[in-house]
């Protein structure tokens, strides 16, 4: 059973650093491409990275230069350091595994809630 | 970059109705459309993929199509577990944009 599992959201300040941790089973992260999603409260939803196969990473405008999306293949996980925080990142980040060739959504993690206030 | 444009952005239904959700795409992504349903709370569920495709599990009464610029979900019958918000997203090309969402509300 695929399931993805996220980790390391929290209340951080502004110009603070974090890193979201998605621990994945049922599928091995290195031959799939993995992907970050977001949801401010009461918003919707926003695409933020996706690292492909060839450790090939791409970012929306919005956090380019801040965020860094990894995966370490031994432990199966993928990571999103998070650096340069602003308010306006405050949202639930979703881990999504990305079908390899059409490049669709089909597995999500639950969650993880990332809070950014003074 | 691609925008994703849906409508209507809230919906008002009944039980048995069959409800149209349409989304445009701001240049041709071909059948690069997904469609997405989320419920307070929950993550969101894929249910359509390729613009037509029925994700493994999702009731037959939900049916995409379109290809080009121009999508659509069909709900053929509204059941009690349909009422949601739904979500278009293009996987044609990264960054990957999603529709600003549809809620669809039990009149």
């Known amino acids: 059973e695929v399931q993805l599992v996220e980790s390391g959201g929290g209340l951080n300040q502004p110009g603070g650093s974090l890193r979201l941790s998605c621990a994945a089973s049922?599928?091995?992260?290195?031959?799939?491409?993995m992907s970050w999603v977001r949801q401010a409260p009461g918003k919707g939803l926003n695409w933020v990275s996706v690292?492909?196969?060839?450790?090939?990473?791409f970012y929306a405008e919005s956090v380019k230069g801040r965020f860094t999306i990894s995966r370490d293949n031994s432990n199966n996980t993928v990571y999103l350091q998070m650096n340069s925080l602003r308010v306006e990142d405050t949202a639930v980040y979703y881990c999504?595994?990305?079908?390899?060739?059409?490049?669709?959504?089909?597995?999500w993690g639950q969650g993880t809630l990332v809070t950014v206030s003074s | 970059d691609i925008q994703m444009t849906q409508s209507p952005s809230s919906l008002s239904a009944s039980v048995g109705d069959r409800v149209t959700i349409t989304c445009r795409a701001s240049?041709?992504?071909?059948?690069?459309l997904n469609w997405y349903q989320q419920k307070p709370g929950k993550a969101p569920k894929l249910l359509i993929f390729?613009?037509?495709s029925l994700q493994s599990g999702v009731p037959s009464r939900f049916r995409g199509s379109g290809s080009g610029t121009d999508f659509t979900l069909t709900i053929s019958s509204l059941q009690p577990a349909d009422f949601a918000t739904y979500y278009c997203?293009?996987?044609?090309?990264?960054?990957?944009?999603f529709g600003q969402g549809t809620k669809l509300e039990i009149k």
């Open positions: 999504v595994r990305v079908h390899r060739y059409d490049a669709y959504f089909d597995y």
């Open positions: 049922g599928f091995t992260v290195s031959s799939n491409y």
């Open positions: 690292i492909y196969s060839g450790n090939n990473t």
């Open positions: 240049q041709s992504i071909s059948s690069y």
């Open positions: 390729a613009a037509s």
């Open positions: 997203q293009q996987s044609h090309s990264a960054p990957y944009s």
